[in-house]
């Protein structure tokens, strides 16, 4: 059971809705409004209608257009934004708290007799775990909601009690515990417990033949070389951004590194297509497009609980479904994939030991 609080603010009768809040953030860190509209994922007529329905409602306007010099936040719209900052980063750890409250109070629900058997996941993006939702839906045994998500994301999530487990994975190599630490603030979370699911192989995706003969991450940056990248804060962009720190390769020197996408099926997909001669991911997305793969790193992919969460229902019967054979064998199934030993729950901070 997924249980969310959020703060809603009116001033004057106006609701200070999320969209509004992200264009005043925008418009502040931009300096123009049609930058700022599109960071935040609107038209520019529509975001300017957005502001001018504020203006008309609070009497005075929330930004200001200079002519030649972009648009800035009016005096109001500063102080607003100004407001918000502070008096929500107060009232964040309230929420949070209460959201854990109310979860405790309904995480017996589900055994209301006819109440079918829930389980919400948010996990970083991964082929044997898409397969593994569509087999359990057509079983029927319970109800699984998976979710993609950045890695760091799904850890957010996972202490906001927006799912009951959540995905992420760390390469397996020395010096990881320097990339390890940008997780370290969730692991330490009180109560929180982690299980070894399955390793992995990722490395470089490139078209049939390896044309342009890469054989290493610095050949990203050679003339001609056109790179699809993953999204900020996927597991898969902060171990690329960690190799390459440690190879030493600029990611300035990259042709087409804030090219993104949102999966490892999608950036696969961009380099099949032509759009790129390379990505970064895992092998089993490169089999599918009948691309090439280089191995670059072996990484080790983790599910994270609340271990008051171990006992719902619904996170009973998904465990017992990843300790089947059934489960072994998707795995398996996969290039580049290979099931842990055995499920062992520990201590989440024990993932990067």
């Given amino acids: 059971m997924t249980i969310s609080a959020q703060i809603r603010w009116t001033v004057d009768g106006l609701e200070i809705e999320p969209r509004l809040v992200a264009l005043l953030e925008a ?11 599109r960071s935040a994922g609107l038209s520019y007529r529509h975001a300017w209608s957005l502001f001018e329905a504020a203006a008309t409602q609070l009497g005075q306007p929330l930004v200001l257009r200079q002519q030649g010099r972009g648009t800035m936040l009016a005096p109001l719209g500063a102080k607003l934004l100004e407001g918000m900052v502070d008096v929500n980063g107060s009232l964040a750890a309230a929420l949070r708290e209460g959201e854990a409250r109310m979860g405790e109070h309904l995480a017996h629900a589900e055994h209301i007799a006819g109440a079918p058997v829930r389980v919400a996941v948010h996990a970083s993006h991964d082929l044997v775990l898409a397969r593994m939702r569509d087999t359990i839906a057509r079983q029927g045994d319970f109800e699984l909601t998976l979710d993609f998500h950045g890695s760091l994301d799904c850890l ?139 191995p670059v790193v072996n990484e080790r992919y983790f599910l994270a609980a609340r271990n008051a969460a171990l006992q719902r229902p619904g996170v009973r019967a998904l465990l017992a479904w990843l300790d089947s054979r059934e489960f072994r064998g998707l795995v398996d199934g996969f290039a580049g994939y290979r099931p842990a030993a055995a499920l062992r729950w520990m201590p989440a901070t024990e993932v990067i030991d």
């Avoid at 418009?27 to 509209?37: I, K």
């Avoid at 290493?216 to 960690?242: E, H, I, M, W, Y």
Wanted: proline share 5%; charged share 15%; hydrophobic share 45%.
């Fill in 27 to 37: 418009v502040a860190r931009h300096g123009n409004l049609q930058g700022a509209a």
């Fill in 156 to 294: 957010a999530a996972l202490r906001r009690n927006q799912c009951e487990l959540a995905g992420f994975h760390l390469p397996a190599i020395p010096g990881a515990r320097t990339l390890a630490a940008q997780f370290l603030p969730y692991l330490r979370s009180k109560g929180w417990r982690a299980i070894h699911l399955f390793d992995r192989t990722q490395g470089l995706m490139v078209a049939a033949g390896n044309p342009r003969s890469l054989q290493k991450l610095a050949d990203l940056a050679l003339p001609g070389v056109r790179f699809v990248n993953r999204q900020p804060g996927s597991g898969t962009r902060l171990c690329l951004d960690f190799l390459l720190m440690q190879q030493g390769v600029p990611p300035a020197g990259i042709h087409g590194y804030t090219h993104e996408e949102f999966t490892h099926a999608a950036v696969a997909a961009t380099v099949a297509s032509g759009m790129a001669d390379a990505a970064f991911g895992i092998e089993a997305a490169a089999m599918e497009q009948h691309l090439d793969f280089v």
